[in-house]
């Protein structure tokens, strides 16, 4: 199993601040807003550590430029307070704290103001060159898609510059590119600039290339290919390729400073040089077609021959759509060694061990000149050990390389990615197949483990899924022709995902897309970025508008979230309200797809809906309420109350059924708290007697499936919430994981004894909702969580849950004050509780006990209120270890 782990915390007996971050991320460049967040984590092993002040001090060219001066209190962020930001410069920042220690790093602004821009989009007049028609060999079937469109093209320019002392490149594209200088590559990021709503905001990264220059003249080149921008983006054939553009375009701006201090800018303009190259054809979903015969050494050299490249055509110079890259890019994180190596009639298949998105390194030995190897790749092997690709639909994921002849040749792709953990090699059996894993980069933040192997395979599964999916934008699948960001399928793993990396940056920039996407109306989308124009306002689907800024703003604190989405999750919850004056939820419900992929039943549709739209109002009442808004706080405060009468009138029955009778009814209605004080036994209790009467089966989709673990636990069930967990019958997580599943399935049934390959039109093997059953793992078998109304971890609650099969479970996360973490052993008749409190941070553990007198810390006894199977206890930052008398 690979589950990368924590990062070591600063040990040491005295405060000491440490992971420093600009905008929630590390040593950003390009920064864009005037009023950078500078936050830091707190480390100590010091009982009862806090801080009891901060200090921010900025310097730039060695001046100071923002001194915060001492301020009191407890806060692990700050705003940037300092005179205004220059473009392209380097910040480095101090942070002290009192007691304790210091810590520094440093960001770089990119363009901070629009009218500093001189770069034109450039790119190439289609007229002048016929399309790539790939060649076919007899019988083979030619995609209808890849034939018929334009090569990637190769740009270039030298510049002969003064003597240089510092050198950064802002560089983007209408499409996807890489950067070269020198003939080298720029950067580590993949898919670059990533995908997001490009009709209003293209991102563009910024590159310190300082040390690629030298002294003589300086080559700056690119390769541009179509991705998100003009290639092929989901399944629908009459609009999927060319969405937002024919043609691709680049658009790169250097900013070079020179010793006495002045600086050149330059810019993408008709002096730049395009060719075709051995890139013949990239598509996201197809896959790359690369003919090395094609090589022109030295293209991206100064002195390279480019007399026989086209001057660029100078597209436009539209600069308002250009906006700081804001989140971690996509990079290559892993290298997957096969586990397997199958040759067989002139096809290799490779096993990976492991479903991912990326791509291969292929190494090629002996190979003819012109010999064509062809990669395919898949996720599954069909009964015959063939490679199983019926379920990516039109998604050809085939990537073929055309061999010069020379002893060994290497080939990588760079614009494609597919989602496979099976590769099946022809044309050549002399190759090597590495696999690259492909994510955007968010730092790891937590990490679970246990006594259990079938839940640690589970959290594995979830952890790949999420890092197959979070590919620039929150996916449904890494594979099939479709990877788009479906608003549920983010929304309900988002729990799950925080606990397991830092998101901050990734949905804070999605989000910005979400509000692009809103309708006039205020209706939202059921994919972001919005590509499918007419599916918007689907109940579960359009609540990601306000589930997901509350969500971040708990977990990490920083308010500008709901600042920014009040306006939008307003609209949105008016827009329901407009359309259902009597408050259930029954018009202008999109797509609805109700609780999807729900297993044999049927829960009503109205009460997901209503259920939602509870939940909507509310969380836009808090939200309004943390901004300062008190008047809108008060409406939305009584819209919730009014729906929840009406959901209650309509859907609740006096003796607490929820109309439906099913589990996902039952468990949107408790978690969301429409069922009244004195019915909740008693819905509980149906709830129970479903599962029962089901043989301790679940039913639920993408909407109930995450809220089995928390509702259940949260009204004394964990039996049964374990029984789901270590359950290996259909449907079940463990079912998957019989078969061998190393991501999380779409569907329950992906494949059955009974029929096999699920339905082909649906039926990938890489797909995270399912998977939102992750937060419970972290929260209530490990027990790291947070007090209800607590921020950005101030108050953790550790209320760990023993029972089923295991014997202990650990878990650690990143807390925005610093690493918390809970472990629990159970040994005979005792159990054994270690947790850890970051400095600040004051906490309530319940110690899981048969006897609340038992409770000992480091051997003395503990004072505690006795609750539920447990002795609850204020502790605060340090690390402690409880022991407590414990029968089964
Ligand atoms: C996607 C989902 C999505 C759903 C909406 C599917 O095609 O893969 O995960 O939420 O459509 O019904």
Known sequence: MVNPSLPEVPAGDALRPYDLRCEHRGTPLGIGTPVPRLSWRLASDRRGDAQDAYRIRVHSRGALVWDSGWVEGQDVSADYGGAPLASFTRYTWRVETRPGGAAESWFETGVMHQDEWVAAWIGHDPETEPPFEPPTDEGEPRSARTAGLPAPRYFRRVLDLPPVTAVRIACTARGLYELRVNGHRVGDGELTPGWTDYRQRVPYQVYDVTDLAGDGPLCVAAILADGWWSGSLGWDMRQQAQRYGRRPQLL?????????GSRTVVGTDGRWRESTGPLRHADLLMGEWYDARLEQPGWDLPGFDDSSWAPAGVVDTAHDVLVPSAAEPVRVTQDLVPVDVRPGDGRTIVDLGQNIAGRVRLVVRGAPAGARITLRHGEALDDDG???????????????????????????????????????VSGHTDVEVVGRVMHSDTPVAGEFSCSDDMVRRLMSNIRWSQRGNFVSVPTDCPQRDERLGWTADAQVFLPTACYNADVAAFFTDWLADLRCAQTAEGAVP??????????????????????????LYRVYGDERVLRDSLPSMRRWVDHVERHNPDLIWRNRTGSHYGDWLQAGVRTSREVMATAYFALSAELTSKAAAVVGDVAASAHYAGLRSRIGDAFVRAFVSADGRVTGDTQTGYLLALAHGLIPEPLVPAAVGHLVADLEDRGRRLTTGFAGVGLLGPVLSAHGHHDLAYSLLHDDRYPSWGYSIKRGATTIWERWD??????????VAMNSFNHYALGSVGAWLYGGVAGIGQEEGSVGFRRPLIRPLPGGRLRWAAASYDTPLGRLGSQWEVEGDTLRLEVRIPPGAEATVHVPTTDPASVRESGTPVTGEAVGGALACRVASGRYEFTAAWAR
């Open 252 to 260: 790169v701006q250097l900013v070079a400073e020179h010793e006495n």
């Open 386 to 424: 063939g490679l199983y690709t019926a379920n990516l639909r039109s998604a050809e994921a085939t990537d073929h390389y055309v061999a010069a002849g020379a002893p060994v040749e290497t080939f990588e792709p760079r614009f494609t990615v597919h989602g496979f953990r099976y590769v099946e």
């Open 526 to 551: 059921d994919v972001v970025p919005h590509v499918m124009t007419e599916r918007h306002g689907t109940p579960g689907w359009g609540d990601a508008a306000t589930v997901v800024p509350w969500h």
């Open 750 to 759: 992906g494949w059955t004894e009974e029929g096999g390959f699920g339905p």
